[in-house]
């Protein structure tokens, strides 16, 4: 990987786990911070594309087929306006994917939140994290428990600004799913396109990994990254992405892993995402991603 250009290490689903391209492919995506994983047959993203295109407008703004993808701009705690930038978005938890989510798309955002454990379980086993540890370090995650969230975003290309600010994912591992162009990352302090390739997910590593690894030889990069002023060709449809996040507790502690094998908490999740929230979005969602969603 160099300024220039990124090239990501590639993965697929097998039925033990991540199988990467290279030998040494999962070491290299967890010092990148992220790689590309290959969709799993089955996968139909559908109906995370009409969540983007339709929870923005008003209930009855559109087809009946759609209603239950509208609305959801009434459900505070779960959409966010964005507004210094471009993207408007739904953050929504499992309880409240179950309350407000179609059952199609229930089951799409569960198979997304499947991998991303797929991910983070693999990866601690090549950092060699006893597993008798990963329960306690990532607040439950691991078993299913933490805060699985699940964010769409809209990028509104009327607006002259930014499409999503610089940041690092908060969590864990975070399964991005994306058909335009407009990610970039920083690498060696110059912004670098991440294109979307076909086929394929984007998989960041987050904040509370790296935090997590901080102490090991082999620490994993959470990566910054932002997605550039989007503007649409003429007659195309407004940018979207959408993807699923394992994360710790909204409250509860961060852990770091030392070099003996033992662990410790080092710090709050509330005050981490705080600070997130201050550093990254400067506006009036100070809450954004701590509490649980309506």
Not at 32 to 37: E, S
Not at 246 to 259: E, H, I, S, W
Not at 269 to 278: C, K, Q, T
Request: net charge negative; with cysteine; charged share 20%.
């Amino acid at each position: 990987m160099s300024a220039a250009t990124m090239t990501l290490q590639r993965a697929g689903v097998t039925t033990t786990g991540l199988c990467f391209d290279a030998a040494d492919g999962l070491s290299r995506a967890l010092r990148d911070g992220c790689f590309l994983l290959a969709i799993p047959a089955g996968f139909d993203p559908a109906p995370g594309i009409t969540l983007c295109r339709e929870f923005h407008r008003a209930p009855d703004d559109g087809t009946a087929a759609t209603r239950a993808y509208r609305g959801f701009k009434d459900l505070t705690g779960v959409y966010f306006d964005r507004e210094h930038f471009q993207t408007e978005h739904l953050l929504i938890d499992g309880p409240g994917r179950d309350r407000h989510f179609p059952p199609e798309l229930r089951a799409m955002t569960e198979q997304m939140s499947a991998l991303t454990l797929l991910v983070l379980r693999d990866a601690m086993t090549e950092l060699g994290i006893a597993p008798s540890l990963w329960s306690e370090i990532t607040g439950g995650a691991v078993d299913g428990l933490g805060t699985h969230w699940f964010a769409a975003n809209h990028y509104r290309p009327e607006r002259v600004q930014p499409g999503c600010a610089p940041h690092k994912d908060t969590g864990f591992v975070t399964v991005l799913y994306n058909e335009e162009p407009g990610l970039e990352a920083s690498v060696d302090g110059a912004w670098v396109p991440v294109d979307p390739v076909p086929g394929h997910f984007v998989v960041n590593f987050g904040g509370a990994f790296e935090l997590l690894t901080a102490a090991l030889d082999r620490p994993v990069r959470a990566i910054l990254h932002h997605v550039r002023q989007c503007t649409p060709a003429p007659g195309a449809a407004d940018r979207f992405s959408f993807a699923a996040f394992a994360n710790p507790p909204a409250t509860g502690d961060l852990y770091q892993v030392r070099k003996d094998g033992t662990a410790a908490a080092v710090r709050s999740s509330e005050d981490f995402l705080r600070e997130f929230n201050e550093r990254t979005w400067s506006d009036r969602h100070a809450d954004f991603g701590i509490g649980g969603t309506s």
